[in-house]
């Protein structure tokens, strides 16, 4: 299924359908890291009524993030996929840009794949939740408790 929909979408020119098995792997590998990350980003949010949920995705290969375009016109490189992903926080609707990146360097690593994950601005608590995480990380990395948060580093883990 995953070689017919790469055909469907012709982006199978250099795979080969046997190939499939270590490319779903990897694929769902990236899907869990993806909502690992999004998760962690939710932590700033006290739930009452459960945890957070993914609701759909969407693919946007063909288009540039604007912290992506940012990137590559600084003469870095561009993402070889964006998805935006979309998930309920206690029956709101809150919208996260995925910029996936492929370091060739760290090819056939752990490493060789670099998410980006982040609310979409699409709401003044989205801006409010980038503000908090840069805080939070740089707390989290001289070893402070987060004014913003009240706590240390246990509570979202920083990559």
């Known amino acids: 299924m ?15 359908e046997a190939d499939m098995d270590s490319v ?15 998760a962690q980003w939710e932590k700033l949010h006290e739930y009452t009524k459960g945890e957070p949920m993914l609701l759909r995705f969407r693919g946007r290969p ?7 375009l940012a990137r590559v016109m600084m003469g870095g ?8 992903w979309y998930v ?20 056939g690593t752990s490493e ?7 609310p979409a601005l699409d709401s003044f608590e989205s801006a409010l939740d980038r503000l908090k995480m840069n805080v939070y990380i740089a707390c989290a990395t001289f070893g402070l408790p ?8 246990s509570k979202i883990d920083i990559d």
């Not at 590998?29 to 993806?34: C, G, I, L, P, Y």
């Open 77 to 84: 490189a561009k993402p070889f996929d964006r998805h935006d």
């Open 24 to 38: 779903v792997m990897v694929h769902n590998a990236m899907n869990e890291d993806t909502w690992r990350r999004v």
């Open 2 to 16: 995953f070689y017919n929909a790469l055909v469907r979408k012709n982006k199978a020119d250099d795979v080969e």
């Open 88 to 107: 309920d926080r206690e029956g709101r609707e809150v919208r996260y840009v995925i910029d996936y990146y492929f370091n060739e360097e760290k090819a």
């Open 146 to 153: 987060c004014p913003v948060t009240g706590h240390g580093n």
């Open 112 to 118: 060789q794949f670099d998410v980006v994950v982040r």
């Open 62 to 68: 063909d288009e540039l993030s604007p912290l992506a």
